[in-house]
């Protein structure tokens, strides 16, 4: 998101095309199909909304022209230059990768960064919404439903956001806006 405002060459509508690398990640997915197409805007609401891991990895694909390692690279030096000294990712979905090493941050760290990404309207939209679709409007696919992962969206007056996950070793974890 921070892209979007800061390069003028992309835009909340700028088409991204699915590819079979994205395709083929697990967990949590709206099962991307590589002859579909998607609006940044679009992916947004599958990561914030639905926790797309399939999304996830596509949009850092884009971001970084197809070189997946130098997205999570970036990722790890703006959380350097925000003050995370504790955070460490390895993915961009959050997926423990084969080598073993898993993302690493801690509650004070999410928290700080759920506050960064809070003055984004676009994320907040989407990490408030209880539920969405894509596809809706598709001819060659069925509409797919994206229901929020943070049952607080609709459990608890207020909330708004922001992001929930799991992993075998961390379990069930939640940053709530």
Not at 5 to 14: A, F, I, N, Q, Y
Not at 101 to 108: I, L, P, Q
Request: glycine share 6%; aromatic share 10%.
């Amino acid at each position: 998101i921070e892209k979007v405002r800061h390069d003028p060459s992309l835009k909340l509508s700028t088409p991204v095309k699915a590819t079979k690398t994205a395709a083929k990640i697990g967990g949590r997915q709206v099962y991307l199909d590589f002859r579909e197409t998607f609006t940044v805007d679009e992916l947004l609401k599958c990561m914030m909304i639905f926790s797309a891991n399939d999304v996830a990895f596509l949009t850092a694909e884009f971001l970084s022209n197809g070189e997946v390692d130098k997205f999570v690279q970036h990722m790890n030096e703006r959380a350097a230059e925000m003050g995370l000294r504790n955070t460490r990712f390895r993915t961009p979905n959050g997926l423990p990768p084969a080598t073993g090493d898993e993302d690493m941050s801690t509650a004070r760290e999410m928290a700080f960064l759920a506050a960064q990404l809070h003055s984004f309207p676009e994320v907040v939209k989407w990490s408030s919404t209880w539920l969405a679709y894509i596809r809706e409007n598709s001819d060659r696919f069925d509409p797919f439903q994206l229901v929020n992962t943070n049952r607080l969206i609709r459990e608890c007056p207020g909330v708004d956001g922001m992001k929930t996950g799991y992993t075998d070793a961390a379990g069930y974890c939640i940053t709530a806006t």
